[in-house]
């Protein structure tokens, strides 16, 4: 089995991966080679779009009130124009 060293941690990652490993119950070596290990089997194995759907596939439908297309080219039922200009100035600012 091979070895690595990691040197340079700032405090505060170091002290996050100590309280990590206490929660988890390893050793902070275990727990750093855990981080690396699920890192990289899942980023190298999965591409882009796959990696995306995994973080949001826990979500329904249901958690989203999506507005139905009206009959009008770029028009949505239950938008209010007016409404919907203030939260394109808002998003501007």
């Known amino acids: ?13 170091f002290d996050r991966l100590r309280v990590q490993a206490a929660r988890h119950g390893r050793t902070m070596g275990a727990e750093a080679l855990e981080i690396i290990r699920k890192e990289v089997l899942t980023s190298a194995d999965r591409g882009f779009g796959s ?31 007016p409404a919907l200009a203030e939260e394109e100035d808002e998003d501007r600012r």
């Open 51 to 81: 990696r995306i759907h995994a973080l949001f596939a826990d979500l329904s439908l249901d958690d989203f009130e999506v507005p139905r297309a009206s009959a009008q080219a770029g028009g949505f039922e239950g938008l209010d124009e």
């Open 1 to 13: 089995m091979t070895a690595l060293t990691a040197r340079g941690f700032d405090d505060e990652t």
